[in-house]
């Protein structure tokens, strides 16, 4: 198999169907021919000038769930992609909901310079993210108030979010109330069993089933996972009624196999994305894709051409207009004087440094 080095004249394919909204050839830069027949010009050797449709056309050529919307927009801090996120509300119960809403997620700011590769990229991430707070958000433990009823003398209970963004960050770091004490002894298999309990999921219930020593560092909790018919998650519909699921900790505490179930969750909910995200029909985060296949590509794509001294002028000129658009600016303050601290320790030679306001 071998990849031929072309000039941008080559008739095989015409690179302008290669090439996405908002991307330009670089002058006199060389085009590659792949195996298939496809006449390209890598994107190292493209310039960018995106705009609000450029991106837009992009991102409308991107596909996840329905119930995710991806919006481009732009304000004085220039273009952006946002997330929508249609559905019921995490916090109230589905029973008392007629309908479902919609909620937006943060603004993913979009340089007109940035690659095509890496706007998609940001979709990706911005979906990636959106569900991983909807995520911590249905992880709910239901912990116990240090009262009883007075009338029927039961144990309250009220159920939490440990998990979710929306807690006081500021105010939790001054209290540093919340610090698992360094001493926190191992649980007994019994009290991790009711450790368990007090854990839902999008509906789902838990229950441990195993506790195996693997070596003195790594312990297998095996839980079994119970749905509900109000399960909304892909994943967790995918599983069997009552299915086990597994994951390791590296020690027998309550805190320990919180965070390593969360973890676990986390994963499965990336793992649909990677598996469910696509442009123009391809799915490149899958673990479907081969990583042999994928090296392949990028060498040839990557391959070494004899580049006259005026394109190379012009494409080294290019890389660096394109760097000096990213320097952020230090200003006078808290953290101006930390991050002049910050620079001061290291003998920095290359790159382009910060600038002074």
């Not at 330009?24 to 390209?40: E, I, R, Y």
């Not at 994107?43 to 119930?67: G, M, N, P, R």
Request: glycine fraction near 4%; charged fraction near 25%; include cysteine.
């Amino acid at each position: 198999m071998k990849t031929h080095v072309k000039s941008p004249m080559s008739t095989i394919n015409p690179i302008s169907a290669t090439l996405l909204p908002g991307e330009t050839p670089l002058p006199s830069a060389p085009a590659v021919v792949l195996d298939d027949g496809t006449n390209c010009i890598p994107q190292h050797f493209l310039s960018y000038q995106h705009t609000l449709k450029s991106v837009a056309d992009i991102i409308a050529e991107t596909h996840f769930d329905s119930k995710y919307v991806l919006f481009v927009d732009q304000d004085h801090g220039g273009i952006f992609i946002q997330i929508g996120i249609i559905g019921k509300d995490n916090y109230q119960p589905l029973e008392d909901q007629n309908a479902e809403k919609i909620v937006y997620g943060r603004r993913w700011r979009v340089e007109p310079q940035l690659p095509s590769s890496e706007i998609i990229q940001t979709a990706f991430l911005a979906i990636l993210k959106a569900r991983e707070h909807e995520v911590r958000e249905l992880f709910k433990y239901k912990n116990a108030y240090q009262r009883v009823d007075n009338v029927t003398n039961a144990i309250k209970y009220h159920t939490t979010t440990p998990f979710s963004c929306h807690h006081d960050l500021p105010l939790i770091a001054m209290s540093r109330a919340t610090n698992t004490e360094s001493n926190e002894e191992p649980l007994s298999e019994a009290c991790l069993a009711k450790a368990i309990e007090k854990v839902s999921y999008d509906y789902c219930s838990f229950k441990l089933n195993e506790v195996l020593m693997l070596s003195h560092e790594q312990v297998l909790i095996k839980l079994q996972v119970t749905k509900n018919n109000k399960t909304k998650l892909p994943e967790m519909q995918s599983l069997k009624d009552i299915q086990s699921i597994y994951f390791i900790v590296n020690e027998l505490t309550e805190n320990a196999v919180m965070y390593g179930l969360m973890d676990h969750l986390l994963s499965l909910s990336n793992r649909h994305v990677e598996e469910n995200f696509t442009f123009k029909g391809f799915a490149r985060f899958s673990r479907k894709q081969s990583v042999q296949r994928i090296s392949a590509l990028s060498a040839k794509t990557r391959v070494s051409v004899e580049l006259n001294q005026d394109f190379a002028n012009a494409f080294s000129h290019a890389n660096y207009e394109t760097d000096e658009t990213r320097v952020p600016r230090i200003n006078q303050g808290k953290l101006g004087d930390k991050i002049t601290q910050q620079l001061k320790v290291h003998d920095i030679k290359f790159g382009i440094l910060p600038k002074y306001s």
